[in-house]
């Protein structure tokens, strides 16, 4: 069974800071995707990655693959209360995708 | 529209009735999948469409859950009996092309009195 570990799993913070997430897995995946997901609404693709350490930048976020595929993190300069959600890390291995329980990230203005 | 959407947004009901939940993926995404979100886990994988077949039902939770996918568009999931222990957040999404980036609907909100 493939799993992921998020970390925090909740994390609250003033605006301005910087913060990171963890997506730990003991598995390789073939691709590495982040979601974030708003009250009442389904998680929203921000960015999937695919080559082991590879960057991806998105605005004020930047995520990265691990050089073994088998961990990511995402990192939010700036932050601001828009960032405000669930971010969500899966683990895409054939046609499915494990899911990490997520981190609750609140951004206080 | 553009998007995957799912009906109804909420149900109620109560202990023992069947309930059903329809998804209408993006036109021309070939998998569909069902998860289901309780609060404070993860998204729990229900079940994995590739046109109208499903080769992976390995996550419905026990044999009053079922699910079927007509024309390759439309899917319905069916619980018979429901318990409150069903309550939860009922996602659908559907992708394209290898590397599975899926797109989710808003979900149907589950209350089982």
């Known amino acids: 069974t493939q799993l992921l570990e998020q970390s925090p799993q909740f994390l609250s913070i003033q605006e301005g800071e910087n913060l990171t997430v963890y997506c730990n897995s003991s598995?390789?995946?073939?691709?590495l995707q982040w979601y974030r997901q708003e009250p009442g609404e389904g998680p929203v693709l921000l960015v999937t990655?695919?080559?082991?350490?590879e960057v991806k930048k998105l605005k004020r976020l930047t995520f990265q693959f691990g050089d073994a595929r088998k961990d990511s993190s995402l990192h939010i300069t700036a932050a601001q209360p828009g960032d405000t959600g669930l971010y969500l890390c899966?683990?895409?291995?054939?046609?499915?995708?494990?899911f990490g329980k997520g981190t609750l990230l609140t951004v206080n203005p | 529209g553009a998007g995957v959407s799912q009906s109804p947004s909420n149900k109620v009901t109560e202990k023992g009735k069947d309930v059903e939940l329809r998804c209408d993926p993006i036109?021309?995404?070939?998998?569909l999948y069902w998860y289901r979100q309780s609060l404070g886990q993860g998204l729990e994988f229900l079940i994995y469409?590739?046109?109208?077949?499903?080769?992976?039902k390995s996550g419905l939770p026990s044999d009053r859950f079922s699910a079927e996918r007509t024309g390759g568009s439309v899917s319905t999931l069916t619980i018979q009996r429901t318990q409150q222990e069903d309550s939860a957040v009922y996602l659908c999404?559907?992708?394209?092309?290898?590397?599975?980036?899926?797109?989710f609907g808003p979900g149907t909100r589950l209350t089982v009195l």
């Open positions: 469409f590739q046109g109208n077949s499903a080769p992976d």
């Open positions: 999404a559907s992708s394209v092309g290898t590397i599975n980036e899926q797109f």
């Open positions: 598995s390789v995946f073939s691709s």
């Open positions: 990655v695919v080559t082991g350490g």
């Open positions: 036109s021309g995404h070939t998998a």
């Open positions: 899966a683990g895409g291995s054939n046609y499915k995708l494990t």
